[in-house]
């Protein structure tokens, strides 16, 4: 923090004075609110490249752009929306509240916490210059454009000429090492900063969920650095992981990719669980509805995630018994994830529900996973996937997971402690106004693809022939994407403007029951004056409370 | 926020951050070697060309001792610097690392002999990927283990206070139990099973 | 004029068999595809009564317990923390539920998967390349591309068994009205089973993304009557008409159009592109992107990269005599 002047006139800050604190902090809450900034400044990106795809594919036979542009496009924005704004965002989230919520002054390695930062960044800033660097000598591309998931071997030498796809490798390589730094972090922090009286079933859901999170990044992220060194090998140093012309075996790549491709995606809808199970219960006035099976039923989920990566492969002739075993444990894992929206859903009931922003987004998030859940089931029925891979229909599905999960629960997040971070109101009408615009534009979008999948449009192309029963839908998308940027700027417009000039919010706007609630808005460096002592989940509850405090119930 | 009105348990323990820390890191590298052993029994059998695990791989007998061994010394500077014995400290800890040196000198001289004499490389088969790789993942991580254990004793030397180091020193000696035990399924799988 | 003549030579040319241009999969039109359909059904059923049932109750619970602005009760609601009873009882139908799903599944697996039993109508083997398909009959020394003709399954009542390899990169077989799709995979050969039971022309594309013209891989099965479809084949076996278009024929094997394409009975024998002995019996060029038409043949022909960017066949920027003489002869290869 600047020093007060004891001179007459304020001193005015030059611009080095004021980023040095930012860029040398290693304070969990600002690192935190820096992750959270660079992911949305990356989600402005992905979805211009979003709009740019949909515009392409508006109507058929278009020309916006070139096929080669195209696959760009779609390889950039997947690998950004995933590794660029998803990690940052859950990252941000955890460094900023976990400390709070345990009632601790800062993570366990602040240092490591600022490295994790700024390798996520360096190497999102690496993959992108892969638009300046990526042609190589043979001029011949500039980005990535093998996919997200980059399936070999397109991605080896022969197919993938220049340098862009060792870009994907080493950028992706690059804010994995900045993930690992975290979870190691966040395991440390939970398991030996927790304030005293706080043991593990006290801890909030949202620290839980993250506490989880944080293993499966440990055990997920090495198998896909492990797949990039391989396919680097091959690329620079001749090797044959992935050479099929030399007994290298493409459907190692995919194995061994989906291996981290899978959990990847329950560690990034964790996050948004976690959120909900903290929003929900302080928007319904009451508390958590089976806390235990909340937590036994995320311990369960992880667990079974790590069993079902091959259900991304069920077309590439495996044997009916490989099928049918991971169409099993892909099944087994709606179970525990239906418990939770259970849980959530006996919290509501019976209590006092605020439709506060940061509550519609949780029950927008409810109805959209529910939905994505149930067309996941679809997809794990082997034999209805033969049909439904690589079309449409599981863009829809794995929209309505990232969006419909993922977005909507850090929207939730964001408007529920952004008073908490900022000190500042958001204005209610103008979040209004981008919940709806971006609920009514994501189902225009989204909805539609899953029945272009059932009309036999395949994923990744750039272009369609007309006459195909294709237009219509397409169209009906497209505006959708565009309904969804205005409420995105709807949303930017909000946030800038209330940073500035938004009405100042105390230490407890929501009149909430975990630990951040009781500092001042925002928190002070150190965050407790006096590290607290906690005698239940809700310790907050129990000052306001003291007739009736929690641990007489847990 | 008044901590009056609750008691502070008295058998509040949580774990060493430390030690979660570096537990955590170790079973994140557990996952990436647990990938290349993998990827290593996956193509056993599977080269089209010359030359073949049995033709070339020589058991590394000797160094492997070294390896193990130092895992041996490296405990024993522990306990020297736990009595803050900081001389004999020094005099273990260096064993450990010329133990380590001797194991990458000898993975060098296995290299040189299998390139230069046996013409295999990372390129030459599926072979020669999955063993310069999953060995070569191998000796960096003994290699970073080194780097580690150099700068201890250079700091030592030159008057800074080890003693004071004891809990980081301790992480540190299991980061290189961890890399003496990867070794083992190392060995086992290319050495033993592969041949 | 020209719209009706060209649908009329089209239909001619594909004996009258209607193009179904619209792969809806809840219209199967193949036994895999019937029977997908059916799981399809069954799935829907379980999950739409899973998604009336939940969403039912999210809306209801938040129209009924939401707060009203008249509601002037300062209290906080009972706090209930959770029910053992409960918990067990909404994990247990689940795992009903899931455990049903699981084993329906799996049947529909063993049975679709293992039928090695039958004996096919037909064998086909077909190799993915970027971005076309190079289609073998191995029983008749039958070799073309993109457009794949088979027996309708009424009158053998047997399936066509495809045999389906890579030369490059992963690509995927889709013809959804006929089956779900299969992967080619380089260094695999994998195994489908592929029927129709109506004539018909199935569209597909190639549905893993390939590199740059993954999008323009498009495939074509005619599904004809039997008599027809063995002429077809009786067709496709001949060499190519040596005698027409001799000019043109010079031109073409003087340059290096040989050493991609095969036309048999002549000296072109190359293997990197699509097997040209009988090109103007496909209704389409550039794996189905464009219609057979001597407009597209020649401006194929005369600049790949015009029409499909990125595709394999280099530019010959051949002379406008050496382009006529070329149009000339492959316009002969009937």
């Known amino acids: 923090m600047p020093i007060e002047s004891t001179a007459e006139q304020p001193r005015v800050f030059s611009l080095s004075e004021r980023l040095y604190p930012w860029v040398a902090s290693t304070d969990h809450k600002r690192l935190g609110i820096m992750y959270v900034i660079a992911a949305l400044l990356f989600l ?55 400390p709070l919520m345990l009632g601790a002054r800062d993570m366990a390695f602040p240092r490591l916490n600022a490295f994790g930062f700024w390798a996520f960044l360096f190497g999102g800033l690496l993959l992108y210059y892969g638009y300046l660097g990526g042609g190589g000598l043979y001029g011949s591309g500039s980005a990535p454009d093998v996919g997200w998931f980059a399936y070999a071997p397109l991605t080896e030498r ?114 948004a669980f976690g959120i909900v199970s903290e929003v929900v219960p302080v928007f319904s006035r009451k508390p958590i509805f089976g806390r235990q099976a909340m937590v036994a039923a995320v311990v369960a989920i992880g667990f079974i995630s790590t069993s079902v990566w091959a259900h991304h492969m069920f077309t590439v002739g495996m044997t009916s018994i490989s099928n049918a075993f991971f169409a099993a444990s892909t099944m087994l894992v709606a179970i525990p994830t239906g418990i939770k929206i259970f849980n959530w859903l006996a919290t509501m009931y019976g209590g006092k529900i605020l439709l506060e922003v940061p509550m519609l987004f949780c029950c927008a998030f409810i109805f959209h996973f529910l939905i994505a859940g149930l067309t996941g089931v679809m997809l794990a029925v082997a034999p209805f996937d033969w049909q439904l891979h690589d079309s449409y229909f599981v863009i829809g599905h794995f929209h309505f997971t990232l969006i419909g999960g993922f977005v909507f629960g850090m929207f939730a997040g964001i408007y529920y402690w952004f008073p908490k971070a900022t000190g500042r109101m958001w204005n209610g009408k103008l979040a209004k106004l981008h919940f709806w615009l971006f609920v009514i534009g994501f189902d225009l979008t989204f909805v539609p693809m899953h029945f272009l999948g059932f009309l036999g449009m395949p994923r990744r192309i750039y272009t369609y022939a007309p006459g195909r029963g294709w ?84 | 926020m008044s901590t009056a009105a609750v008691p502070v348990p008295e058998d509040w323990h949580p774990p060493d951050r430390g030690v979660v820390g570096i537990a955590s890191f170790i079973v994140a590298e557990a996952a990436l070697f647990l990938m290349f052993l993998i990827g290593y029994l996956f193509y056993l059998g599977k080269s089209l060309n010359r030359p073949y695990p049995a033709q070339v791989l020589k058991t590394p007998v000797f160094i492997t001792i070294c390896l193990l061994s130092s895992s041996a010394t490296i405990v024993l500077a522990e306990r020297a610097l736990r009595r803050d014995a900081v001389r004999r400290f020094l005099l273990w800890l260096g064993a450990t690392i010329l133990l380590a040196l001797i194991f990458l000198a000898g993975t060098g001289l296995e290299w040189r002999e299998l390139i230069v004499d046996d013409h295999l490389t990372i390129a030459t088969n599926v072979f020669g990927t999955t063993f310069y790789s999953l060995v070569g993942l191998h000796a960096t991580h003994v290699t970073i283990g080194l780097i580690f254990m150099l700068i201890v004793m250079i700091a030592s030397l030159t008057g800074f206070p080890v003693q004071t180091q004891e809990r980081r020193i301790r992480f540190l000696s299991w980061y290189w139990h961890f890399v003496d035990v990867v070794w083992v399924f190392v060995f086992l799988v290319v050495y033993v099973i592969g041949r | 004029m020209f719209v009706v003549v060209a649908s009329i030579l089209v239909l001619l040319q594909t004996g009258g068999l209607r193009e179904r241009r619209v792969a809806n999969i809840f219209r199967p039109l193949g036994t895999q595809a019937a029977h997908e359909y059916e799981i399809a059904l069954f799935t829907f059923a379980i999950t739409g009564a899973i998604f009336v049932i939940v969403a039912g ?46 084993g329906v599944t799996s049947r529909f697996i063993f049975s679709l998967q293992d039928t090695t ?66 992967d080619l995979i380089p260094g695999r050969a994998n195994t489908m089973w592929i029927d129709a039971r109506a004539p018909g022309i199935y569209l597909g594309n190639c549905a893993e993304y390939c590199g740059t013209q993954h999008a323009n891989m498009l495939l074509r099965v005619f599904a004809e009557p039997k008599p027809a479809y063995d002429n077809w084949i009786a067709a496709q076996r001949r060499s190519a008409q040596s005698d027409a278009a001799q000019s043109g024929r010079n031109v073409f094997e003087s340059l290096s159009c040989v050493n991609c394409h095969t036309i048999r ?70």
């Open chain 1, 158 to 271: 022969a197919f993938s000429r220049g340098s862009s796809t060792d870009y994907w490798i080493l950028g992706v390589m690059l804010t994995g090492f900045g993930s690992l730094a975290s979870a190691i972090n966040v395991i440390a922090t939970t398991l030996s900063l927790r304030c005293p009286g706080m043991n593990l079933s006290r801890m909030p859901l949202f620290v839980w969920l993250m506490l989880i999170d944080s293993w499966l990044i440990l055990i997920a992220l090495p198998p896909l650095n492990a797949a990039q060194i391989m396919l680097l090998l091959d690329r620079r140093f001749g090797a044959h992981f992935f050479d099929t012309q030399a007994g290298g075996s493409a459907l190692l790549w995919q194995h061994f990719f989906w291996i981290f491709g899978h959990p990847e995606v329950y560690i990034l809808i964790f996050p």
């Open chain 3, 265 to 334: 009975g002549t000296v072109a024998k190359g293997v990197f592109g699509p097997d040209l002995t009988h090109l103007m019996s496909r209704t389409t060029i550039a794996a189905g992107m464009l219609e057979n038409t001597p407009k597209n043949l020649r401006d194929w022909v005369n600049d790949p990269q015009e029409m499909k960017p990125g595709s394999l066949m280099p530019s010959m920027k051949l002379t406008g005599a050496e382009l006529n003489a070329i149009m000339s002869y492959l316009e002969s290869l009937h």
């Open chain 1, 471 to 554: 237009e219509l839908l397409n169209f009906i998308e497209t505006v959708g994407a565009y309904v969804q940027a205005i409420a995105i700027a709807c949303f930017v417009i909000n946030t800038i403007h209330s940073i500035r000039k938004g009405r100042r919010a105390g230490g407890d706007p929501w009149d909430a029951w975990t630990l951040e609630w009781s500092t001042a808005s925002p928190p002070p460096e150190y965050n407790f004056e006096v590290i607290p002592v906690v005698r239940s989940s809700r310790p907050l509850w129990d000052l306001k409370h003291p007739q009736d405090p929690d641990w007489k119930y847990e």
């Open chain 1, 44 to 98: 402005v990106v992905a979805g211009a490249q979003a709009l740019l795809m949909r515009t392409q594919l508006a109507v058929p036979m278009n020309h916006v752009v070139s096929p080669a542009m195209y696959n760009r496009l779609f390889t950039m924005h997947g690998t950004t929306m995933v590794f660029l704004v998803g990690m940052p965002l859950l990252a941000g989230f955890t460094n900023y509240l976990v």
């Open chain 3, 117 to 182: 039993s039958q004996t096919p109508a037909e064998r086909i083997r077909i190799v993915g390349h970027q971005w076309w398909w190079e289609v073998h009959y191995p029983d008749y020394g039958v070799v073309t591309a993109n457009e794949i003709h088979i027996p309708v399954s009424g009158s053998t009542g047997r399936p066509v068994l495809l045999q389906l390899e890579s030369a490059d990169v992963i690509h995927s077989f889709w013809v959804p009205q006929l089956s779900g799709k299969t």
């Open chain 3, 57 to 102: 109750l999210l809306f209801y619970i938040i129209w009924r317990f939401r707060h009203r602005p008249s509601d002037h009760n300062p209290d906080e609601p009972p706090q209930v923390y959770g029910s053992n009873q409960i918990e067990i009882a909404w994990t247990f139908i689940p795992i009903l539920g899931v455990f049903v799903l699981i």
